[in-house]
């Protein structure tokens, strides 16, 4: 007892020399700014002026150690934790109230005449400047938090015309003399562009449009861009933006885009041409009370709601209402975990309309003057491996992409201002990196890439039969020659998590595989024939991989084995990949890659989508159906086209397409999405309903009474989903009725309807326990069979869990 009460004496001895220690320390600092300077009366002659008392800052004769100092404090301030300087020259405001005006006291003294001794200053509160506004980034959230309000302070102490002029007017007095500046006038160049780059950083809070003229209070980028544009600042960055392929301004070539790209920071591009800023936040809500030609099915129903009660309803409308409010709590999606922040923030902000008009011209300027020549030389520096700031890739990207996004939306935008990121090795480096990023599960750094990659693949489309055409040519005959490209899209839609991954990654993906997608079956109409080389991985016979593993073995016989392979030998058959994106490969035995051309076929690259993983992840879009638009053709796609309505049958999935049917969304592709889901609930109920085909196709029950119950009411009353052709209820109805499938019928189509209505109309058994299945002959059993394209599962993984009616019904 008695040592832990010494312990805990020497403990608090110890916290009290410490708060000493910093309680001295902070006097010190406190001293070395009150030597800065103070506010005096103007020493003058007019009466008037002495009479209004008026002030104005005096330097001290020592303010530059006063400032050296302070430079030293903050210095040995960032060894330790908590940056405890940083917070003191906040909380007394001494950027605001000593440095900006020494800084503009002197500059403008030094603009005048060259004063070695102004110079020393001016570049002591340059070095202060950037120390005091550097990005909070890379801390803690409780350390950003805690200096957030403090740069904000800044920002506004920054968004003035006379510290702007003076930032600006010396900048451009030093680079004007060329490569006559000594290192030290370069530094300073380079510090008051860091200084701008920073304060354009910082970001404002974010304000909803209706707060009206609270919005003015609090948010100043608009404000720091006016100021920056009535001072021709924006017309010095983008002069040397396009002029930064020369050598002298090579290490502003970073700063330029991080100014370029925060100017532009959270600015829709509708924004600057189409939308007027009040429909940038609308969303479906805006839309719900419009009415669907489903709402209207008449009849009178009675509904079980699960807990023994009978409700009475008198519309399709109210049969689904109740499932819908319960399966949104159900299906609902999953939070993804805190993920820090973004690269790229796409929250929307509100800009004042002086802000819109001075931003359209910046980027008219920077489109017809810049852009090729700035982005070439970015994308050339990050090739070489010149520039390794942490984000410098992931900007660039979304850079690149944001202005061609502007020459899309602006048909008086020439494409050819924009054709730089439209070239053969700087797209090939775009979609490197979007496979790196894909590989490093880097999800952040790969929305950036997946926007570029979709403004470019849009631009080239609208290239084609122009003046452009052959550049298009070239590069999409590339992409679509690249089988590692194609499959890059493939691994987009299944590496979707909803605990690691956003659903506006979600979207992104969605409208970039359909962008995509419908863009290589344009190319692929105008071509007699496409093909593709890709890596495929070969088993090697035993008796060849011994002896390409004894060394004895001569040159020659190796030679003739390589040959073989490449040559598609037909004793090396194709390994399937089926390690689950991101995995590690696993070794196997005899198995190798190699190079191999194909004609590439549309229908059987589409079917490399047709996955379990892909329907998951675009699940996640159907609640709210917000992008609907983007996700039904890839879900038409698997189920109709691919004829994969099975990989729907899971307990998740089926409660996601029941929402579908919640009339307060309303949204494009609503009558076909609805067509699509019905179509789907009806092959699940015939599947339901037999054993066999459930254990085989591993449906999944709803496990709600109340759901089924609404379902097959709605089938029942409804007409939704007999227009699509049936996949799996075709075979059951043919087998039940122990006809012939090899015999033609004229009337075939008629009787399957009135079959699957006669089917849906049969009640099941009180006990819950599905339908057994009926028998049937060898030549049904092998003509359902015939109908597998065994070729499907060739080059692009074919599909997963192919149904085998042989060992179905044989078992």
């Excluded at 350390?143 to 003035?160: E, P």
């Excluded at 209207?296 to 409308?317: C, D, K, L, Q, Y």
């Excluded at 700035?374 to 202005?403: C, H, K, N, Q, W």
Aim: hydrophobic share 40%.
């Amino acid at each position: 007892m008695l040592d832990q009460e010494e312990f805990t004496h020497t403990q608090e001895e110890e916290d009290a020399i410490i708060s000493q220690e910093i309680a001295r320390y902070r006097n010190i600092v406190l001293s070395a700014c009150s030597s800065l300077g103070n506010m005096q009366p103007v020493d003058s002659d007019d009466s008037e002026t002495r009479a209004e008392n008026k002030m104005h800052y005096v330097p001290s004769p020592d303010c530059l150690a006063s400032l050296k100092d302070i430079k030293r404090y903050i210095q040995m301030d960032e060894q330790g934790e908590g940056k405890l300087v940083l917070q003191w020259l906040g909380e007394w405001q001494v950027l605001e109230k000593d440095i900006i005006p020494i800084f503009t006291i002197y500059a403008r003294r030094l603009i005048k005449c060259s004063d070695d001794l102004a110079l020393k200053k001016v570049v002591s509160c340059i070095e202060l400047f950037v120390f005091l506004t550097w990005s909070m980034d890379s801390e803690t959230e409780e350390v950003k938090m805690q200096f957030i309000r403090i740069l904000r302070s800044y920002k506004r102490a920054f968004a003035k015309d006379d510290v702007i002029f003076c930032l600006l007017a010396v900048a451009v007095m030093y680079t004007k003399r060329g490569n006559a500046l000594t290192d030290r006038e370069w530094m300073m160049v380079k510090g008051i562009m860091y200084i701008f780059r920073n304060i354009l950083a910082i970001p404002d809070p974010l304000v909803a449009p209706a707060a009206g003229s609270l919005a003015a209070q609090v948010e100043v980028h608009d404000k720091l861009i006016a100021v920056l544009d009535k001072q021709l600042a924006i017309d010095f960055f983008l002069t040397l933006a396009s002029s930064t392929d020369q050598k002298r301004f090579k290490d502003l070539r970073p700063t330029l885009l991080d100014i370029v790209y925060f100017l532009f920071y959270r600015v829709p591009v509708a924004a600057l041409f189409s939308q007027h800023q009040s429909m940038w936040f609308k969303d479906s809500e805006t839309h719900r009370d419009k009415s669907s030609r489903h709402n209207n099915f008449g009849g009178v129903f009675a509904v079980s709601t699960g807990e023994g009660t009978i409700m009475p309803v008198f519309s399709a409308r109210e049969v689904l209402r109740p499932f819908a409010n319960l399966f949104k709590r159900r299906a609902k999606v999953q939070t993804p975990k805190e993920q820090g922040q973004t690269v790229v923030d796409q929250q929307w902000r509100s800009v004042d309309q002086g802000a819109v008009d001075v931003l359209r011209r910046i980027a008219a300027v920077f489109i017809e003057s810049c852009y090729n020549p700035f982005i070439t030389v970015l994308f050339e520096d990050s090739r070489s491996g010149t520039t390794i700031v942490d984000d410098f890739m992931p900007r660039l990207l979304y850079v690149a992409a944001y202005f061609v996004d502007i020459s899309l939306a602006n048909p008086a935008i020439d494409l050819g201002c924009t054709c730089a990121v439209v070239q053969t090795h700087i797209f090939g480096l775009v979609m490197r990196h979007a496979s790196s990023y894909v590989e490093l599960r880097e999800w952040g750094r790969l929305e950036p890439a997946m926007y570029c990659i979709q403004q470019v693949l849009l631009s080239l489309t609208k290239m084609r039969a122009t003046s452009l055409d052959s550049l298009c040519e070239n590069v999409l005959s590339n992409l679509f020659y690249d089988g590692d490209a194609l499959d890059l899209f493939v691994q987009l839609c299944r590496v979707y998590k909803p605990t690691k991954t956003t659903r506006a990654f979600l979207v992104q993906v969605a409208r970039l595989t359909e962008t995509f997608l419908s863009t290589l079956a344009s190319y692929a109409q105008s071509k007699a024939g496409l093909v593709v080389r890709k890596r495929v991985k070969k088993r090697v016979p035993k008796d060849s991989a011994d002896a390409e593993a004894d060394v004895d073995d001569d040159a020659d016989h190796k030679q003739e084995q390589g040959d073989n392979d490449i040559n598609d030998n037909a004793e090396a058959m194709e390994v399937e990949d089926d390690n689950d994106i991101g995995d590690e490969p696993k070794e196997a035995e005899g198995v190798e890659e190699v190079l191999v051309e194909r004609e590439l076929s549309i229908d059987r690259y589409s079917s490399a989508f047709a996955v379990g993983d892909v329907i998951k992840s675009y699940s996640h879009l159907l609640a709210p159906p917000i992008s609907i638009e983007y996700v039904y053709p890839m879900l038409h796609r698997i189920a109709v086209i691919c004829q994969r309505p099975q990989l729907f049958f899971k307990k998740q999935i089926m409660l996601r397409l029941l929402l579908l049917f919640d009339d307060q969304y309303t949204y494009s592709c609503r009558s076909e999405m609805i067509e699509l889901a019905a179509w789907i609930f009806r092959q699940y109920v015939t599947v339901i309903g037999s054993p066999a085909l459930t254990a085989h196709y591993r449906a999944e029950s709803l496990d709600n009474r109340m759901a089924m119950e609404c379902m097959l009411t709605f089938l029942k009353i409804s007409g939704a989903g007999k227009s699509i052709d049936p996949v799996i209820t075709k075979h059951l109805i043919k087998l039940q009725a122990g006809e012939d499938p090899n015999v033609d019928d004229e009337d075939d189509d008629d009787d399957d309807d009135k079959t699957n209505s006669a089917n849906e109309s049969k009640e099941r058994p009180a006990d819950g326990n599905a339908l057994k299945p009926t028998s049937i002959s060898t030549t049904a059993i092998n003509a359902i069979s015939a109908e597998i394209n065994d070729d499907d599962l060739d080059f692009y993984g074919g599909y997963e869990e192919d149904f085998d009616f042989d060992s179905v019904f044989n078992s």
